[in-house]
């Protein structure tokens, strides 16, 4: 917490800031006229000294008046490192104020994920997820918003905000919609540290960005005269503005040397203002503190070091001081307007802690320290923040700064801080302690272990540097074997996510044949034919389906890389459409009394997703819903409860969406697509995730029959080609073949659909269920080429009947009669609806019945297809089912 409150001479650095101080008026009785008012945002952005500072410290003032709670928090440019130093000053006087067994109980299932990151919980044994650390610390906020109605968040230099608190800034300022709360942010514009996130909060605000200017000459002289007196001259007051070039900080200290000299504010007088500006700043402030004696230097420069937590105590140790020495100092500096007391409101508790009066004046001090002494210290300051108990990670920031001498001990400390950085959910913090660590360098024997950590930091956030690590590590002494096939298991990941799909496969498999026989070897054998499953190239390893089918016949399940293996074969399988109990058989060899194995939870980091929803989907796609969804289910509460909301959150709602359209529950589909997709957006555009979740939403919609949208969809988010390395279901180019027949686009769906037929030939995937192309192909060239879809009809029946499913079959039997007329077509469409009835898939049985009843002109089953149409949320389903009705036996 920071002091923004009002002295007389930020009073003074309001000049022509009328309309700032409107608009902060305006919102703050806004904010106070009603509690049920929308949140709202301003953004004050300029230069060093421009009175941001000063600003911030009059809306204090005014939210004050009108009785609202103030909390504030600022930047430091040292501090930038810090993660979640900004929201943890911000939210310091409710952390103060209330009691651990009290913020447990309010903050509830967040506690344990936002506690962490605020350091009022320990972090658990594992990585927490940044994203949902980031969700956690916004539910956080808001439930404080809403206890402390009115409230008012100021937040100065942002520009010097670490990135993890600048994520939950831009993360809470697009969700003010709802919540009652005035946010005020100050910053410097350009090119600065967060711009990303800086930028947008500033498009969450709705408004402009309101740039303050420098001072007037006009403005000047009115400042100049209301501080020195109305007998300061034109001439005095011209050079006034012209030395501090209308700077409002610059100003009010250059006022306060002239009333401290003495000095006549006349013309005459004028020409020793430059001298006495520098004095005020850069290196003339440095020789002003180097003025008042060597003890307060060195107090100076300790406090520089910490940044924050400024104690005289804490300073003392640092700089060597007696505590009656450093006190004295700390006097000294107060009245040389060097340091000042904290805002009492900030809520800390102490009564010799210090802080700087501007960030200018802490910028200059530290930059005065010459830069041997300036890297000592830090050394000396890390030690003492550890000795004090408050962690390796608290230190870090200053062990981030001492010069590389090969300790041992220095990159133990950055490898401990790096494990507590990631348990809060701040891997660039991470990355940067470990970056350091090889900088020290680490010792031989360390040295690929250091490599291997940061590969891991790194997964998620930077594959590409990942992928550089792990190589560089796998090439060193020093990894045990299991440690080293973990690494390349991950180097394949990250390859995989940088879209190298190949060389991911190549390099589980070169490592793969270093290795006896025995369960490291089957784990990347296991893990090469995961990739090779997934992807969706071309073409595919000549005998891959051979190798793996032989493999998976000698295991019967009794650790988890044959389990692996029997999961993979069951999905190899299901995408060959190959017969479905005996796929059904595979997986269920592969589960431990009907439930996951140990080590194989959607938590566990050995296998992946990947293998977890190969298992779901082939259970989905062969009509066994329940245990899929259940699956699914489990995956959802599974990463909801360990905090995981980034790519895996994602993908947990894409396949309960899938697994509800797969049901017929097409509203409760879409929702849970519509969230997945809302996750994926925050993830990035052009994953496999960001696919998954727009293929599949573009599907419900058309299954909806909202066509419309479906196609307003498909075109907001990129679904379109190039498609995606990897095999994403249902497959993609039959779904956006469908999408462009709805939309009358009938060639270039033809086209599409021709493309599917192709990139399944390619990878022998002949399951109709999952690469529906054939059905729909079928139904379009029923009359431009009535021959070939009739081949195509009993190609997807044969493919239907290998596969053996009901809903395969009765799919099939829907697109035989859809070519036919007469009885026959009335036959078909019967048999369909004997296999869609027993098919855990109603939307396909609705339109089974609608079908049916067109064909055989049956108002019975018409009926029951309209029923079943409502139920399923089918709503274009409904309407054909309605209109055919209504010709029939008149409006219903």
Avoid at 270 to 293: D, F, K, T, Y
Avoid at 302 to 327: F, K, N, Q, Y
Avoid at 779 to 788: C, K, N, V
Wanted: charged residues 25%; negative net charge.
């Amino acid at each position: 917490m920071t002091e923004v409150r009002p002295t007389a001479g930020a009073s003074a650095s309001l000049w022509e800031r009328d309309e700032e101080v409107a608009a902060v008026r305006q919102a703050v009785d806004t904010l106070c006229a009603d509690r049920q008012s929308s949140g709202s945002l301003l953004v004050f952005s300029g230069d060093a000294g421009l009175g941001k500072t000063a600003l911030l410290a009059e809306t204090r003032r005014i939210a004050e008046a009108r009785g609202c709670t103030v909390w504030s928090a600022r930047g430091g440019e040292t501090l930038r490192s810090v993660p979640f130093n900004v929201v943890r000053q911000l939210l310091q006087p409710a952390l103060v104020a209330t009691l651990p067994e009290e913020m447990r109980e309010y903050l509830g299932d967040w506690y344990d994920i936002a506690g962490p990151a605020l350091g009022i919980a320990d972090p658990g044994d594992r990585p927490a997820d940044p994203t949902y650390v980031c969700d956690g610390l916004v539910a956080a906020v808001r439930r404080f918003a809403r206890r402390e109605w009115p409230l008012v968040l100021l937040l100065d230099d942002a520009h010097w905000a670490d990135q993890e608190s600048l994520r939950w800034l831009a993360a809470f300022a697009e969700r003010l919609d709802d919540l009652s709360v005035l946010v005020v942010v100050a910053r410097r514009p350009g090119d600065v540290g967060g711009a990303e996130h800086l930028d947008a909060v500033a498009a969450a605000s709705g408004r402009p960005v309101a740039t303050l200017s420098a001072l007037t000459p006009d403005a000047t002289a009115g400042l100049t005269r209301a501080t020195l007196g109305e007998h300061a001259d034109a001439a005095f007051c011209r050079e006034v503005w012209a030395v501090t070039a209308g700077n409002p900080y610059e100003t009010v200290e250059l006022l306060a040397k002239v009333q401290d000299s003495e000095l006549e504010p006349v013309e005459a007088r004028a020409g020793e203002l430059r001298e006495l500006n520098r004095s005020a700043r850069g290196g003339g402030l440095v020789a002003r503190l180097e003025q008042l004696g060597i003890d307060a230097t060195r107090f100076a420069w300790a406090a520089a070091i910490l940044g924050t937590g400024i104690s005289v105590d804490l300073v003392a140790e640092l700089a060597t001081l007696p505590r009656a020495d450093a006190a004295r100092c700390a006097e000294l500096l107060r009245d040389a307007r060097i340091l000042t007391a904290p805002d009492p409101a900030a809520g800390r508790p102490g009564d010799d802690e210090l802080e700087f009066v501007h960030p200018l004046i802490a910028t200059a001090v530290y930059n005065s320290i010459p830069d041997a002494l300036r890297t000592a210290m830090h050394g000396i300051a890390a030690r003492v923040v550890t000795d004090s108990g408050r962690g390796a990670a608290a230190a870090a920031r200053h062990l981030l700064e001492v010069h590389p001498d090969a300790d041992e001990e220095l990159v133990d400390q950055l490898r401990e801080a790096a494990r507590e950085h990631l348990a809060v959910g701040a891997p660039d913090a991470a990355r940067r302690c470990l970056e350091r660590a090889l900088e020290e360098p680490p010792t031989p024997e360390v040295h690929a272990h250091v490599l291997y950590e940061l590969g891991c930091a790194t997964l998620l956030t930077a594959p590409a540097r990942t992928i550089g690590h792990l190589r560089t590590a796998l090439g060193m002494p020093g990894l045990d074997a299991g440690r080293r096939v973990d690494a390349v298991v991950r180097l394949s990941q990250a390859l995989l996510h940088n879209d190298q799909m190949e060389e991911a496969v190549r390099t589980v498999e070169a490592e793969a044949a270093r290795l006896e026989p025995g369960p490291a070897r089957m784990r990347l054998q296991a893990v090469q034919f995961m990739w090779e499953g997934i992807h969706a190239g071309e073409t595919t390893s000549p005998g891959r389906s051979e190798r793996l089918a032989g493999l998976a016949r000698t295991c019967t399940g009794r650790d988890n890389a044959e389990r692996a293996l029997l999961i993979l074969r069951g999905f190899d399988a299901l995408m060959h459409g190959e017969n479905a109990e005996e796929i059904v058989e595979l997986c269920d060899r592969a589960l431990v009394n009907g439930r996951l194995a140990p080590g194989l939870g959607w938590t566990d980091t050995e296998w992946g997703i990947e293998l977890l929803l190969m298992l779901a989907n082939t259970y989905g796609f062969t009509d066994r819903l329940d245990r899929a969804e259940s699956l699914y289910n489990e995956a959802l509460r599974a990463y909801e409860t360990a905090g995981w909301s980034g790519g895996h959150l994602a993908l947990a709602h894409a396949y309960v969406g899938l697994g509800h359209r797969r049901r017929g529950r097409l509203k409760e589909a879409e929702a849970s697509l519509r969230e997945s997709l809302r996750l994926a957006e925050r993830v990035g555009r052009g994953l496999p995730l960001y696919w998954t979740a727009t293929c599949n939403l573009v599907d419900t919609l058309l299954a909806r029959g909202h066509v419309d949208e479906a196609w307003d969809v498909a075109g907001r988010h990129g679904f379109a080609p190039p498609y995606p390395s990897t095999i994403v279901l249902p497959d993609p180019r039959s779904v956006r073949g469908r999408l462009l027949l709805a939309v009358g686009r009938t060639k270039d769906g033809i086209n599409e659909l021709e493309a599917a037929e192709k990139a399944a030939a390619a990878r022998g995937h002949h399951n109709p269920v999952l690469v529906p192309w054939a059905a729909d192909l079928a139904r379009a060239l029923a009359t431009e080429d009535p021959a070939r879809a009739a081949r195509l009809a009993l190609d997807v029946r044969r493919q239907a009947e290998r596969f053996g499913t009901d809903t395969a079959i009765g799919e099939a039997l829907r697109c035989a009669a859809a070519l036919e007329t007469g009885q026959r077509a009335v036959r078909l469409a019967e048999q369909a609806v004997t296999y869609l009835e027993s098919s855990p898939c109603q939307y396909e049985h609705a339109a089974a019945r609608v079908e049916y009843g067109i064909a055989a002109r049956s108002v019975a089953e018409l009926d029951r297809g309209l029923a079943l149409a409502r139920s399923c949320g089918a709503d274009g389903l409904v309407a054909l089912a309605s209109a055919e009705l209504a010709a029939a036996v008149g409006p219903r």
